[in-house]
């Protein structure tokens, strides 16, 4: 007498599939997304608003500090200026050794702001628009692609109650 039993082989064809991300993790991955996006977006316009519509202004210096980074460190001021209309308006930005070992308080210091918004300025010396723009919109895709994850089905794995076909593998036990 012989007794024939089928089981089925499941062979993994590509990548394994893991433990999808909970709802709870999906959540923080899209605001952290979109967290990027608005960060990215915001300096793009920034420097965009500083290259096209920068004008030159003259500041003076209220203080000079440092501050320690990976690269060694950066030097910055703090500066004020009154436009033409009478308004007092504050800013910082990078400036350059050789400037912060020269500067002190009341000291004139070349800008550049946005007449339209005073607030958006930086020292003239170091400008760098052009890469910070490039910088921005580099980044501007891996902040969409963060979102995209979080916002992602998992399309990839079957469903539990139909399983995949497999290789049909009789057994015969005699």
């Known amino acids: 007498m012989e007794f ?3 089981f089925k082989i499941r062979i993994s064809a590509g990548r394994p599939v893991g433990k999808p991300i909970s709802p709870a993790g999906r959540f ?4 952290v997304g979109i967290f990027l996006l608005w960060l990215n977006g915001n300096q793009f ?3 965009y608003l500083l290259y096209h519509y920068g ?3 003259q500041a003076k210096v209220t203080s000079t500090y440092w501050t320690s980074g990976k690269g060694g460190p950066r030097y910055r001021a703090r500066y004020s200026f009154t436009l033409p209309s009478g308004v007092h308006v504050g800013g910082r930005g990078a400036i350059s050794r050789a400037t912060y070992s020269t500067l002190k308080p009341g000291d004139p210091l070349g800008i550049r702001y946005v007449p339209a918004d005073p607030r958006i300025s ?6 760098f628009n052009v890469r910070n723009m490039t910088l ?4 501007f895709p891996v902040s969409l ?4 994850i979080a916002l992602r089905r998992k399309a990839d794995a079957p469903p539990e109650n139909n399983p995949s076909p497999g290789l049909n593998a009789p057994t015969i036990i005699r």
Not at 28 to 31: I, K
């Open 4 to 6: 024939h039993k089928t």
């Open 28 to 31: 923080f991955l899209a605001g």
């Open 45 to 47: 316009w920034h420097e």
């Open 55 to 57: 004008a030159p202004w």
């Open 122 to 127: 930086e020292p003239a010396e170091l400008s």
């Open 136 to 139: 921005a919109a580099v980044f």
């Open 145 to 148: 692609s963060v979102i995209l």
